[in-house]
């Protein structure tokens, strides 16, 4: 008989928050572009006879996330020393939270869409969060040729570290929990989450057991893995690894495995250090963080609309299927101007879910703007479409259009006028064209007239190829009709 197997996944992630300055200090946070050792001063690189001063947004930004994830925010909490030595780390010492974090508790709802491969059906998996706290990054170290550079820049940095709960069942899973985690940083501003920068970073636990079973089994933490894909090959290769281990008969190992992205490999890197290692205290320069009621309350007035029930709302109240408002709600930024334009027609807004989904988002993507800088702004687009819907242009004119509204900045009426894009609904001038056609081709009105009745199609083809595409197609076929039958 042979045992089928589920995987046992938890997350936890660093998110470094975006704002201007570090946690404890003035220095400017982002450096990404700067050259090494730039940003820095003696707090964050730990001189001696100097006070860390906490800033106030990060922890803001860090209550705005737990907030949105329904977490238990702790009116008290404490930072933390975690010791350690490490070239990176002047101080000698990280602050963190240990056992009094930020806020503990709430969850992520994980839409999981259906699998082609194996065959099942789209679900919601809730994760849980086991905590949430704040800390500051370490710096970074470089190795060229025989030498090893530090770079400070980093330290300091504020990161917002989250642990799930081990709910996570495949690596499919665990990829689709980081895209929503990503969409709500984005979505609530707080950080630029993008993994390949290294401002979204991820450690995957991974234990295998038989399915149906409710244990806890011995799992491995694999590290450095910089991107959504290289998480989930990753997740992939140690659950098989460890699903053969255990068929052999042996026993999986608490080890600290490391992804080497270019072989596609997992290697171990150590075995597991305990906590107690880290010889924690509580910090003894911070006082303890405590948020007030009011604060908290006024954190929270910043919390928007959030990206899974702006979806469902958008369903119910645009009545545009899933598919088109999941897409719709991939960013804040996109779903204000789907919404906005959607008000502004008041029509059936299917029509500006299918020319955002096929046209606005592919210029914008090409354009590499964002909603709010293109030309094409929800009035000019309502205005386009109503244009289509009142026949004043056509599809194919429309699309024309839709690039010289962005490339001009004018409005779509304005545009109409001036490079003559109207539909031509005027009876006398496709009468004229009509008849100049006809005049034109004997031999096919000969054959028309003689049965060939599907030759029609071909008349109007020549009337909209003379009219370059802006004759009212209906009057056109009325017109060619009206004279070859008589
Ligand atoms: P550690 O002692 O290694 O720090 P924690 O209990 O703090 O372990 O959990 C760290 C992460 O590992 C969490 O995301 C948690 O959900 C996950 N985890 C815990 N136990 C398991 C397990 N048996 N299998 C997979 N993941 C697990
Ligand atoms: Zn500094
Ligand atoms: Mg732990």
Redesign the pocket.
Known sequence: MTIAYEA?????THIQLNTLTKIFCSCKADSWEDEPNTNICPVCTGLPGVLPVLNEKVVEKAVLLAAAMQANIQDLSFFDRKNYFYPDLPKGYQISQYDHSLATGGFLDVPVPASSDTGSDAYVRQVRI?KLHIEEDAGKTKKEKDRRYVDFNRCGVPLVEM?????LRSAEEAGQYLIRLRQLLRWLGISEADMEKGNLRC?A???IREKGSTV????T?IKNVNSIDAVKDAIRKEIERQIKEVEKGNTIK?WTLDWDDNAGVLRMMRS?E??ADYRYFHEPDLLPLVISPAWQARILEGLPELPLARRKRFMEEFKIPEYDADILTTERDLADYFEETARLYGGDAKKISNWLMNDVLRMRNDLGKSMQELNLTPAYLTELVKLTDDGKINSTIAKHLLQKVQESGKAPYTLVEELGLAVVSDDGAIRSVCEKIIAANPAEVQSYRDGKQSLMGWFVGQVMREMRGKADPQITQRVLKEILDK
């Open positions: 046992v996944i938890g997350l936890e086991h642990v799930t709960e081990p709910d450690d636990n991974v234990s806890l089994n011995t799992k933490e608490p597991k305990t906590e």
